[in-house]
């Protein structure tokens, strides 16, 4: 089936456009934009400046994508921004394209559902199975690896890292990397305890999440150390693979500036 755009909608010629997409009455599709198969694009919706927009894609109203990067520094180079497969893009959802300061890409992978007023900012790399809430504001250069979960109102500091299956509670001030599989709250954001929802959900093991759990507790609340912590779970038979990703994440967070594994990466910039 052909492309169904509206016929207020403005579409540049020099746009590629697939098949089975529906484009919305007053959305604007700039020259340099890749829409894939499938792609629902709403009314009001602008993708401009280099956009690649995977497939099976379902974008809200009032959505802009690929605005230029809010970065005094950036000099109008040909950044992009590059949006994978089955994402929902809810009302005012805003993703920016990168700065000059790493690869030139800001990345959005498969299955991610960003609520209204989610804000993606410069640089910023999604894994997949991502949930971002209402009016959650990353700032540049943050990395948010699979299956997190962000609640409504969080903010979360440039070149922060947000670890797989870790949950963000709302309102939360994110000025420190999330290490995986962890509950934060709090502002500045703290490890709770493990996300147990977000671990039975998708099935883990019960010999995992004790693992976790009691990792969780040497380091947090016992403050054994990242090495005694280590020989301990080896000593109990729970220093199981997940649990090494674990150890592994606060090593760098710790070696990292500001409780942050990336900073060394803003400092070379």
Do not use: W
Request: aromatic share 4%; glycine share 10%.
């Amino acid at each position: 089936m052909a492309a169904q755009i509206a016929d207020n909608a403005t579409v540049h010629p020099d746009a590629i456009i697939e098949d089975e997409i529906h484009i919305g009455p007053y959305s604007v599709i700039g020259p340099n934009v890749r829409v894939g198969r499938g792609t629902h694009i709403a009314n009001n919706v602008t993708l401009k400046g280099t956009v690649i927009l995977g497939e099976d894609n379902e974008i809200h109203p009032n959505v802009v994508i690929g605005g230029e990067p809010q970065d005094l520094s950036y000099r109008g180079t040909d950044t992009r921004v590059e949006i994978g497969h089955f994402n929902t893009l809810r009302e005012g959802v805003t993703i920016n394209r990168a700065s000059e300061k790493e690869d030139g890409v800001t990345k959005l992978g498969d299955h991610n559902y960003l609520m209204a007023g989610a804000h993606v900012a410069h640089d910023c790399k999604l894994g997949n199975h991502i949930v971002m809430a209402n009016a959650t504001m990353l700032g540049g250069h943050v990395h948010i690896h699979d299956y997190a979960s962000l609640s409504g109102s969080v903010g979360v500091h440039h070149f922060a890292t947000i670890g797989s299956y870790s949950f963000v509670s709302g309102l939360a001030r994110v000025l420190h990397d999330v290490p995986p599989y962890m509950l934060v709250e709090g502002s500045p954001a703290r490890p709770r305890c493990i996300n147990i929802v977000a671990l039975k959900r998708n099935e883990f093991p019960s010999d995992v999440i004790n693992a976790l759990a009691e990792a969780h507790r040497l380091i947090y609340r016992a403050k054994v150390g990242l090495d005694h912590a280590r020989e301990i779970l080896r000593g109990n038979e729970m220093l199981v693979p997940q649990v090494n990703h674990l150890l592994h994440f606060i090593q760098g967070q710790q070696e990292g500036k500001h409780g942050r594994s990336r900073e060394a990466v803003r400092r070379a910039a």
